[in-house]
């Protein structure tokens, strides 16, 4: 199973972007890269994800170097209400037609005023 | 549209009771799952549904059992409950076209 390093902490300025980087450097080349937040103590929130191209939504982008070996979220202006647990995951194939989230301890990002 | 929703919110057990954690989700959505977070660690899958009627352990999966009561609704029953059990148990069903989970608000469960 491709496993994922985030660092534990960071910190961004209000307004400002928040880079959120991640090394996935033993990810098989049909695994996509799923990111996931956790407000407080809410139930995790899905963001984005991807497999090789660069994503884009309301939220956040994701970009994924060529290798495939690391990736980064990124939040275009933080707000005080991005403050949470990013948690970057690999999706595993459980069989069965079902996929499995495997959450580290992810990187708590604290958004400053 | 209620998406997952879960109960009870909060509950005490002592040791060696037993209690049903209840899960339904309204987006006719196949696989679900049960994961459980202890303090200042990620999620950790209990147990999953990949469809109606079928349960596969996870990482986690000693000292529960589930039941795929029906396409909306899967519960976790801890049998015995131990200290250990103390935890905030999330269900999650998964959107089959993007393979994205939703989560539901949890449970927090303290085993005395």
């Known amino acids: 199973d491709a496993k994922t390093t985030q660092p534990p902490s960071m910190d961004c300025a209000e307004g400002r972007a928040a880079n959120l980087p991640c090394n996935h450097s033993?990810?098989?080349?049909?695994?996509?890269v799923y990111w996931y937040r956790q407000i407080h103590s809410q139930g995790p929130q899905y963001i984005i994800h991807?497999?090789?191209n660069n994503e884009t939504n309301e939220m956040a982008s994701l970009i994924i170097t060529e290798d495939r070996k690391s990736s980064t979220l990124i939040l275009p202006h933080a707000t005080l209400r991005d403050t949470a647990v990013y948690y970057c995951?690999?999706?595993?194939?459980?069989?069965?037609?079902?996929?499995?989230?495997?959450f580290g301890k992810g990187t708590k990002l604290s958004v400053i005023p | 549209n209620a998406g997952v929703t879960q109960t009870p919110k909060f509950q005490v057990l002592k040791t060696g009771q037993s209690m049903t954690l209840q899960c339904a989700q309204d987006m006719n959505h196949n696989s679900m799952y049960w994961y459980r977070q202890d303090p200042g660690m990620g999620l950790r899958l209990i147990y999953y549904s990949a469809s109606e009627g079928t349960t596969d352990k996870g990482e986690v999966p000693n000292g529960y059992n589930v039941s795929r009561l029906n396409k909306r609704e899967f519960s976790l029953r801890l049998e015995s409950a131990a200290p250990s059990q103390t935890s905030v148990y999330f269900c999650a069903s998964n959107y089959a076209l993007t393979d994205t989970q939703y989560f539901g608000p949890g449970t927090r469960l303290t085993v005395l």
């Open positions: 033993t990810i098989s080349g049909n695994e996509y």
């Open positions: 991807g497999l090789k």
């Open positions: 995951i690999v999706r595993v194939y459980s069989g069965a037609g079902s996929y499995q989230l495997t």
